[in-house]
T-cell receptor
Framework: KQEVTQIPAALSVPEGENLVLNCSFTDSAIYNLQWFRQDPGKGLTSLLLIQSSQREQTSGRLNASLDKSSGRSTLYIAASQPGDSATYLCAVTVGGATNKLIFGTGTLLAVQP | DGGITQSPKYLFRKEGQNVTLSCEQNLNHDAMYWYRQDPGQGLRLIYYSHIVNDFQKGDIAEGYSVSREKKESFPLTVTSAQKNPTAFYLC???????????FGPGTRLTVT
């Protein structure tokens, strides 16, 4: 059974710092991996999607990497800003007959001004 | 503006009543999904539909029902059989199965 874990559960950093969020999954048979951002009481915003054949994706100050063989992904945020404060979720898509996203429980990020 | 809309944002119901949550998308996506989010837990899949007039149960379908009569609409009914209906409900869509999913703003349902 696929399980997704995110460490740390919460993180507080000063503005301007570079940071890394971690995501691990137990079964390497994934179709893709998505990173999302969720603000309090809001829906999810898709940040990056990495196909299983890819190693990384970049969007602005965000860079996500994927190592399928070790079951790990990282989200790197450069030059963090207070507006980056949110919960970050990773989710893996397991294939077969369903497009099923398995979510981690998220990392709550606070960037202090 | 293209996107996914969910209404209402907040919904309050008495125990024993059925309630229907709306989800509409104008992205021309074939696949739509319903998730439930509870504090301290990841999102869990309730139902999904990969095409009009077809839908499948997810991990926690008991006490819920859906319909997919139109491509752009995927309403979720929370029935009185759902033991713990109070939660944040999120709708999502993707072009096809296995593609990137996009989420709506969510509906917070409180049942007392």
């Amino acid at each position: 059974k696929q399980e997704v874990t995110q460490i740390p559960a919460a993180l507080s950093v000063p503005e301007g710092e570079n940071l890394v969020l971690n995501c691990s999954f137990t079964d390497s048979a994934i179709y893709n991996l998505q990173w999302f951002r969720q603000d309090p009481g809001k829906g999810l915003t898709s940040l990056l999607l990495i196909q299983s054949s890819q190693r990384e994706q970049t969007s602005g100050r965000l860079n996500a990497s994927l190592d399928k063989s070790s079951g790990r992904s990282t989200l790197y945020i450069a030059a963090s800003q207070p507006g980056d404060s949110a919960t970050y979720l990773c989710a893996v898509t397991v294939g077969g007959a369903t497009n099923k996203l398995i979510f981690g429980t998220g990392t709550l990020l606070a960037v202090q001004p | 503006d293209g996107g996914i809309t969910q209404s209402p944002k907040y919904l309050f119901r008495k125990e024993g009543q059925n309630v229907t949550l709306s989800c509409e998308q104008n992205l021309n996506h074939d696949a739509m999904y319903w998730y439930r989010q509870d504090p301290g837990q990841g999102l869990r899949l309730i139902y999904y539909s990969h095409i009009v007039n077809d839908f499948q149960k997810g991990d926690i379908a008991e006490g819920y029902s859906v319909s997919r009569e139109k491509k752009e609409s995927f309403p979720l009914t929370v029935t009185s059989a759902q033991k713990n209906p109070t939660a944040f409900y999120l709708c999502a869509s993707s072009i096809r199965l296995l593609n990137e999913q996009y989420f709506g703003p969510g509906t917070r349902l409180t049942v007392t």
